[in-house]
């Protein structure tokens, strides 16, 4: 009963909480237009128009930068050492990991329209995710960054779920996620807690791989839930995309 009323406390908070978060990330942004509308009381009104207009869009811009950068900054100062382990529901390590998936969601809104680039990457390492070398990740449904490793040169590609996080029977399972070398995981693939992917694996567009799934180096896996399709041998025809391997039909 106790664990069930700080559920809905938290949930009351964290709803409180947000409107104060994202409102605190507008300062700059809302000191800006104030400050153009101010200095363009003596502008003719389609001028005036235009450099309202403009602050407008570069005010947001602002706004968006500021709640990735605050959000990043906030989970490089408390990133969370998560083990895989299964613990109750209302236990103190879901209500750390519900804090966490709370922050993380109130920058995921922003998240979608800078992927791919250096600010989505950098906000994903600041929250602990290890991303290798030359690795491009083009998806803003990352979830749990602080347990998920991707390898070098590896493609994530849009709107693919990675999740380290399932919930089961009253518990919490938590599990890392790792992804090799040269993969590629094809546009809204779901990848499960526990899974191992090996170096060079192609996840076909769409395929859900299981969880605590481990899948061999060089093979490519598709469907729903993913399974073995062949294996990735250089006797294929193939064509080279950033460094990475991918068959093609004959």
Request: charged share 15%; glycine share 8%.
């Amino acid at each position: 009963m106790l664990w069930r009323f700080a559920q809905h406390f938290l949930t009351s908070f964290v709803i409180i909480f947000s409107g104060v978060y994202w409102g605190f990330a507008s300062i700059p942004s809302i000191m800006l237009f104030l400050q153009v509308v101010e200095n363009t009381q003596e502008y003719i009104l389609w001028q005036r128009s235009v450099y309202i207009g403009l602050s407008l869009g570069l005010a947001y811009i602002i706004w968006m930068l500021m709640v990735i950068f605050l959000t990043g900054m906030i989970g490089l100062l408390f990133r969370p050492k998560f083990k895989s382990s299964q613990v109750p529901i209302y236990s103190i390590t879901s209500l750390k990991w519900g804090f966490l998936s709370v922050l993380d969601r109130l920058a995921k809104p922003f998240i979608g329209y800078l992927v791919p680039s250096w600010v989505v990457h950098g906000y994903y390492s600041a929250m602990g995710c290890k991303i290798g070398w030359r690795t491009i990740i083009s998806s803003d449904r990352l979830n749990d960054v602080y347990m998920v490793e991707i390898g070098n040169q590896s493609i994530i590609g849009s709107k693919v779920l990675i999740t380290a996080h399932i919930a089961e029977k009253d518990h919490l399972i938590l599990a890392p996620v790792k992804i090799g070398a040269k993969c590629l995981i094809g546009v809204g693939a779901q990848i499960n807690p526990g899974c191992e992917i090996g170096d060079e694996v192609v996840i076909a567009s769409r395929a859900v791989v299981p969880k605590y799934t481990k899948v061999p180096p060089g093979e490519i896996w598709g469907g729903i839930p993913a399974k073995p399709v062949r294996k990735s041998t250089n006797n294929n025809k193939s064509v080279s995309y950033t460094h990475l391997t991918l068959p093609t039909k004959a």
